[in-house]
């Protein structure tokens, strides 16, 4: 794991990384897929993270690869993730995936709406 995420990137841990595999291998998306990633307007801090497996990009997205997972990302939503680590907790506080992403400036309980 790097010391500090590199700020024009996303960075998906190893633990994540490995739980989009099983989720891809589960939907049948063979070996071409990728994570989207993006945020729409919405929660109850203005922002929300949207993820899905999805078998390529679309034009418009920035693709990164971290982990062997590719990532893609819609361009007028990597502003608001440039610098984001994406891990996968499943401990005794929940399950799921969760975001580390510097450009927060509050974000909810739930760990799955912020704002900017």
Same mark, same amino acid.
């Given at each position: 794991?790097?010391?500090?995420?590199?700020?024009?990137? &996303?960075?998906?841990?190893?633990?994540?990384?490995?739980?989009?595999?099983?989720?891809?291998?589960?939907?049948?998306? =063979?070996?071409?897929?990728? +994570?989207?990633?993006?945020?729409?307007?919405?929660?109850?801090?203005?922002?929300?993270?949207?993820? *899905?497996?999805?078998?390529?990009?679309?034009?418009?997205?920035?693709?990164?690869?971290?982990?062997?997972?590719? &990532?893609?990302?819609?361009?007028?939503?990597?502003?608001?993730?440039?610098?984001?680590?994406?891990?996968?907790?499943? =401990? +005794?506080? =929940?399950?799921?995936?969760?975001? *580390?992403?510097?450009?927060?400036? *509050? *974000?909810?309980?739930?760990?799955?709406?912020?704002?900017?």
């Amino acid at each position: 794991m790097p010391d500090a995420v590199t700020p024009l990137t &996303i960075h998906i841990t190893e633990r994540a990384a490995k739980k989009v595999a099983f989720f891809a291998e589960k939907e049948g998306k =063979g070996d071409e897929f990728g +994570l989207r990633v993006g945020v729409k307007g919405g929660g109850c801090s203005g922002l929300t993270y949207t993820l *899905s497996v999805e078998p390529g990009p679309h034009d418009e997205d920035k693709v990164i690869e971290d982990q062997g997972i590719r &990532i893609f990302v819609p361009k007028k939503s990597f502003v608001f993730l440039a610098g984001t680590e994406l891990d996968f907790s499943d =401990g +005794l506080n =929940g399950k799921g995936f969760t975001f *580390s992403n510097p450009n927060a400036k *509050s *974000s909810c309980g739930c760990g799955t709406s912020f704002s900017v």
